[in-house]
């Protein structure tokens, strides 16, 4: 048995054998929370060809609820992201398919990664539900961070279970040392008496029989004094550590989180704008998780069909900018008076459909009004 020195004390035992106890740390949460909330709450539009030939079509019905189950699009692909993001994984039963020309899945069930088990059979990945096998026709499984020769995705909390571990240890430290008296309120010292035991029992009892009563003043005798204890915050809660520990936790997530959530680095970063800001978040964190989504919802859509994020939508502009930006795109015919009009919600106008030409007045040309 190990002495007392060395019991471990309840806010060090952070187990995380359950993935969803990282969440516990608030890095963890917002990182994960703002990936899985912007990417499933961007417009989803889906396209045949490329180039020229590109062309928007009409949302197929199944894609606006690909679990079949009711709650959207936004549910689904909110579930989705979260079992890569915690766990590298994530599983599903095909429910329904196309029955005409590709069999492609139209509705798919996702399933709790910890309910699932694989093992191998005559070298050959079998994954079970529950105890139940799941024939390889019905199985949806797509994986993050792969190895090779390795059938399942690397999970980053139990990678990073060192790091997510000490950053929630921290947290629960702070709350017990206020919650459980992990420090005294104060010491109460005699410089005239050599004190035994018992009298300092009893000089205890009626200095705190005195705070706890009406209020009148404790008479001890001569010698006491009484100094209260007092912990800067930054020392009881370990603020230091904290930020440090949610730094870390943020870059778990991908490159330039951290810095976008507000976590000192070590590095100075600042943005000129929210534009900025997003461009930022997009380029080093998100797009790398939008277009595995993207993957996974053009596999559920016929041959020659993809479905592609609408990414404006997340680099929200100023006024001013995005006024500048139809001008260019005026100008210089990559769109049309009724495409700019549609973006800012207002109708068309019959004589909007066609692109303005080059060097004409209304493209912005001023030769025309020099003459």
Known sequence: MLPPAFVRSSFDQVDLSRTETSLQKVAVWSSVDLIASLASELPIDVYRGEGTDRTL???PTWLLDPGADEHGVEDWLFQLLMSLLLRGNIYG???????RGDAFPTA???????HVTVRLVDGEPVFAFDGRDIPKADLFHRR????PGVVLGLSPIANHATTIGLGIAVTRFGAQWFTDGAHPGGMLTNTEVDMTPDLARTAKERFMAALRGTREPVVLGK???YQQIQIAPEESQFLETHQFTGAECARIFGPGLAEVLGYESG????YSNVESRSTHLLVYALNRWLRRTERVLTAMLPRGQYAQFNRDALLQTT?????QAHEIALRNGWSTVNE?????DKPPVPWGDQPIPAGSPAAGDDSESEK
């Open 57 to 59: 079509l009409k949302t």
């Open 93 to 99: 039963i095909i429910r329904d398919r196309n029955r």
């Open 319 to 323: 006024t001013l900018t995005r006024f």
């Open 267 to 270: 590095g100075s970063m600042t």
């Open 108 to 114: 798919v069930e996702l399933l709790h990664p910890d």
């Open 340 to 344: 700019v009009r549609a973006i800012e």
């Open 144 to 147: 993050a961070y792969p190895l």
């Open 223 to 225: 010698g006491w004094n």
